[in-house]
């Protein structure tokens, strides 16, 4: 059957294609239609006709027609819009498909900041970036959220809506703004590879792999725009992130720290590539936040065993990232990297301090941090308060699995 | 494409102003500056001050009877104080332009999208 055949290949080039429809279109709901009954006429047609030789042009074309079809449909209804598309002028050159095509780059960076645009909600963006660039469905996304699908497809009918309605551009923002705008994309990112990567309270569901998607997204970043630095700091910290993601939790389900990982068992490959992306990034000279916590990543990966880890850059690494986004999570793990480098009570003193940060209160890595401190130390009736401190704030039972094997190793 | 730019604030930081005749004259000059942008930038519609919503009326039709209450829509911490409509391109310029109302320092901003009568009305 050639049916997964085409599909490999409706996956591979629907994002390119879509991208392309919604600038022609301006219309993400007619784009997505008109796609998905180019990809059902694709399976209908190519078995007995044959692959065509650029299956995106035959894409395109197909589903440019069948948008132009849905818009006429659409027209004999009331429509709202001031001006009203000029579907003469648009079908005139129906047949340059092949000089749309090579647009096509611009296209997917245009839907990116679009669906990253600082005018629609967190939540939103996340979910329209993963159903438009990443092809994922609807109750895909939901499952990966942890919400009813009736949720998700709600935010995706309000977004497209909102897109539409208040004209939120199609375009990648230019000069002044242009700044500000990626770092919204970036943040979009990693919040989306931090929702998979925190995402360990659901042992057994079936979850899409939002680690994968994000680094999918930074990937297509990266290769659009190759010069920006903290795009490529971004994809670096995310696959030397990601090339731990199997040691991190043991066979009881528990959390396993960093110093206790199998490193044999790190994705090589992944740090490999990680580390070439950073040391392209420094190379470019443009410093940023996702660089320093790229480089602090790869400090970790470099060391073969935990006691060979450089704790005096990294503790170095952390003052930098401090002096660029300044914030007590940060600073809890520069307290962390100070007390491996020079000793746990330094670390002890900076989280004392930490102690009355109201952004640290209900966090429960703060006592946690402190509590392993103390264990070290052998303060342990100190340490077992500090873990029962902690447990009481977590739930996540990876988490808790953590805590509650160290409350055990000190006695409690 | 034409947004309404709607003005939110603090009526009480507002009233207090008239008595510094100083900072009342800075605000409306800011405001006249503004507007005079907006008019030079050709994007203006419409625009104009609201007076403060103790003198608002709220107007409902319940069976045919016209019942009107005292006061404004909804009890609100900001309220509504003025409104421009402007027409730009997209919402990026919009923002733009929301953005340097004098009083998106310490009031807030919104931004609508106007709507269009269909045309068979």
């Known amino acids: 059957m050639l049916t997964p055949v085409i599909e490999n290949i409706c996956r591979a080039e629907g994002t390119r294609v879509l991208a392309g429809l919604i600038r022609r279109f301006g219309d993400f709901d007619l ?21 065509p030789a650029a299956p995106a042009a035959w894409l395109t074309t197909v589903a440019q027609r069948r948008a132009l079809d849905l818009m006429r449909r659409r027209r004999a209804g009331p429509h709202y819009t001031d001006e009203p598309p000029d579907v003469a002028a648009q079908e005139s050159d129906d047949e340059g498909h092949a000089a749309e095509i090579s ?45 009813p699908e009736s949720t998700t497809a709600q935010r995706l009918v309000r977004v497209k809506k909102k897109i539409l309605e208040a004209r939120i551009p199609y375009e990648v923002p230019s000069g002044e703004s242009l700044p500000e705008r990626l770092q919204a994309v970036l943040g979009v990112v990693y919040l989306v590879f931090n929702e998979g990567y925190a995402g360990t309270d659901a042992p057994g569901l079936v979850r899409p792999d939002l680690c994968t998607e ?20 971004l994809l670096a910290l995310m696959l030397l992130h990601d090339a731990r993601r199997a040691t991190r939790v043991g066979d009881d389900g528990a959390i396993m720290p960093l110093e206790e990982q199998d490193r044999t068992r790190w994705n090589r490959e992944e740090i490999a590539e ?4 950073l040391d392209s990034a420094l190379a470019l000279r443009r410093r940023g936040p996702y660089q320093l916590q790229a480089a602090i990543a790869a400090l970790h990966a470099r060391a073969s065993r935990a006691e060979d880890t450089d704790w005096k850059q990294i503790a170095a690494l952390y003052g930098g990232l401090l002096r660029e986004q300044p914030g007590a999570v940060v600073e809890l793990n520069a307290a962390v990297a100070l007390a491996m480098a020079e000793g746990a009570e330094r670390g002890l003193e ?48 990876a988490e808790r699995g953590y805590l509650d094997r160290r409350l055990a190793e000190c006695g409690g | ?53 103790s ?29 421009y409509i402007i027409d730009v391109p997209n919402l990026d310029e919009a923002v733009k332009w929301a953005a340097r109302c004098p009083a998106a320092q310490g009031g807030s901003i919104e931004v609508r999208p106007v709507g269009v009568m269909p045309a068979t009305v």
Not at chain 2, 4 to 19: H, P, T, V, W
């Open chain 1, 103 to 147: 647009g096509i780059e611009d296209d997917r960076l245009r839907l990116l900041f679009t669906c990253c645009h600082p005018a629609i909600a967190q939540a939103a963006q996340m979910a329209l970036a993963l159903r438009t660039l990443c092809g994922l469905s609807t109750r895909e996304i939901a499952r990966a959220f942890l919400e």
């Open chain 1, 274 to 277: 990680g580390l070439e992306l």
């Open chain 1, 214 to 233: 994000a680094i999918r997204l930074a990937r297509l970043l990266v290769e659009l725009m190759p010069q920006e630095s903290e795009a490529l700091g």
């Open chain 2, 55 to 83: 003198t608002a009326t709220t107007v409902r039709v319940k069976n045919g009877k016209t019942v009107t209450t005292d006061g404004p829509f909804a009890e609100t911490k900001e309220q509504l104080g003025g409104y």
């Open chain 2, 1 to 53: 494409m034409q947004y309404m730019i709607l003005i939110y604030g603090d009526e009480k930081n507002f009233a207090q102003m008239a008595s510094s005749p100083e900072a009342q004259k800075q605000m409306y000059a800011a405001f006249t500056k503004y507007t005079k942008d907006m008019r030079d930038a050709g994007i203006m519609r419409a625009g104009s001050e609201l007076k403060p919503t």
């Open chain 1, 31 to 51: 784009a997505e239609d008109a796609l998905q009954d180019a990809f059902a006429k694709a399976i209908e047609v190519w078995p007995a006709q044959g692959l």
């Open chain 1, 350 to 397: 900076w989280m004392a301090r930490l102690g009355g940060r109201e952004e640290l209160s209900g966090y429960y890595l703060l006592p946690a941090a402190r509590a392993d401190l103390l264990r070290r130390l052998g303060r342990l009736a100190e340490a077992r308060d500090a873990y029962r401190a902690a447990l009481a704030l977590v739930r996540n039972p």
